[in-house]
Structure formats: structure tokens, C-alpha cells
């Protein structure tokens, strides 16, 4: 069996934990509509809208234009979002890759973080490590803190 890796990463937020696992949780389009550039669409093929268990079909920008279809899976106890591939340009380097999103809502110190981590199995030694999901999705978590910061 394939040995699963991890990279990860964590970012204090400047916003409310709370209110950025809400935006994942109920208003995923408006994060497309945020970073046209990168997202640049997306179909949902199973499921109602963004919920637990729909896959999406996605059409992005990561060092050339990529499609694949994700599965969601939202943990609201953990405040945690996972998406995993399940189909897609990517599987030509790697057996398996989720993205995961999780999400602290300060505590006593009062001070909220995400963490994300990119689970995945290369498909050979030779593959590099996905650094430009963990990378996308920092940028992204910037951009998002920005406009919950800006929109209250």
C-alpha cells in the first residue's frame, strides 16, 4: 500500500473562525466569484449545491488550466471543510489528493487560525510534492479574510 503524505500549514485569520468556515459552508460560490482568475468555473454533477457529499466539477488555474471533480465533506463539529479529488488532471502524478481546511475559533486566547493540509500518494518517486494547492489555498485564505474583514 501507497504511504499517504501531508503538507500543511497554519495561518492565524484576522477575521472571525467562525465566519470563515460559514462562508465554505454556505456560500462556496461567492469564493469563485472572489478569485475569477483561479477558479475559472464550476458544475455541481452530484448533490445540492455546495453541501456534504456533492461533487463539483471544477475548472482551474494552478500552473496551466486543470479540471477535476471533487468530492466535499464538512465536518461543522471540527469546523473543518475537505475536498477531495476524485477525478482530474492531477491523477497523472499523483494516486490520491484532499485538500482539508480546519478551522480554530480562538479559544481562550481568543485568537482564530485555519490549518490546511494537502493529504496525497504520488503515483511515482520522481513527483514533487503538491506545494501549489497548499500554496492556492493560503493565497486564497488571504483574499477571503480580506473581504469577511471588509464585510461585516
Same mark, same amino acid.
Given at each position: 500500500m501507497a504511504q499517504i503524505s501531508n503538507i500543511s500549514k497554519q495561518l492565524q485569520l484576522k477575521c472571525s473562525g467562525e465566519r470563515f468556515y460559514e462562508l465554505f459552508k454556505? @456560500?462556496?460560490d461567492s469564493i469563485t466569484q472572489m478569485f475569477p482568475k483561479k477558479l475559472l468555473s464550476y @458544475? /455541481?454533477?452530484e448533490g445540492n449545491g455546495f453541501a456534504h457529499g456533492s461533487v463539483v466539477h471544477w475548472k482551474y488555474e494552478l500552473r496551466g488550466t486543470l479540471e477535476a471533480k471533487q468530492k466535499l465533506h464538512m465536518d461543522d463539529t471540527n469546523k473543518a471543510i475537505t475536498l477531495e +479529488? /476524485?477525478?482530474g488532471d492531477l491523477f497523472k502524478? +499523483?494516486?490520491m489528493v484532499a485538500v482539508k481546511g480546519e478551522v480554530s475559533d480562538g479559544g481562550s486566547n481568543g485568537i482564530s487560525s485555519v490549518k490546511w493540509s494537502v493529504e496525497f500518494v504520488k503515483a511515482n518517486e520522481g513527483v514533487a510534492p503538491p506545494h501549489n494547492y497548499l500554496q492556492f489555498a493560503l493565497e486564497s485564505t488571504k483574499g477571503i479574510e480580506a473581504y469577511l474583514c471588509n464585510n461585516n
Open positions: 454556505n @456560500k462556496m @458544475k /455541481i454533477v +479529488f /476524485i477525478e502524478d +499523483f494516486e
